[in-house]
């Protein structure tokens, strides 16, 4: 199978789809007040959490200390879980966007291959790459399998690109298990 010019089609689709989802993420949720409010208070927990663990303290106060850290881990969880609410907001419109994109992608796309891959694909990655296509073609794939390696590929990029993601915790389930391991021995 030759090259096909509808492949770069279904990636820019895909972008244009995901620009769109992140415009409208960004109408309805990141803009808002309440939003931009969590967001700079979950910022600023970050940061009093970060200096709590920099902070060396006598052994006299370390149970103070260790209270205070864990106070600022909850706080940052639940400030975490405040602004991922006020996201859901934007998710039912999200989705839609997304089921509208899709559908628009299987109407011009349908039953056609438009990629050959370097390699047999396997389990899951087989249903995407085939879903669609008539024939039995091995290396085949459709434009389910570009949409989601663009949307794996890009989408994060995109929403980078509009500030659009919430900060991360500072700290980790693995990082304290690790640490009370560190304790215990």
């Not at 989705?95 to 011009?108: E, H, N, P, Q, W």
Request: charged content about 20%.
């Amino acid at each position: 199978m030759g090259f096909s010019f509808q492949a770069p089609l279904v990636v820019i689709y895909s972008l244009i789809i995901g620009l769109l989802i992140e415009l409208v993420s960004y109408y309805f949720a990141y803009r808002s007040p309440s939003y931009k409010s969590a967001r700079e208070s979950l910022v600023k927990a970050i940061n009093e959490y970060k200096q709590l663990k920099k902070r060396k303290v006598d052994i006299l106060s370390k149970k103070k200390h260790e209270k205070s850290i864990s106070d600022a881990e909850s706080r940052i969880t639940s400030l975490q879980n405040n602004m991922q609410k006020s996201k859901f907001k934007s998710a039912i419109v999200n989705m839609a966007a997304m089921f509208f994109g899709f559908r628009v992608l299987r109407k011009k796309f349908a039953g056609i291959a438009l990629a050959s891959l370097p390699f047999n694909p396997i389990g899951p990655i087989k249903k995407i790459a085939f879903r669609g296509i008539a024939g039995s073609g091995v290396n085949q794939a459709g434009f389910m399998f570009l949409y989601t390696l663009t949307n794996l590929s890009f989408r994060k990029h995109i929403s980078l690109l509009f500030n659009n993601s919430i900060p991360k915790s500072p700290f980790s389930n693995f990082q304290k298990k690790l640490e009370e391991q560190q304790n215990l021995q």
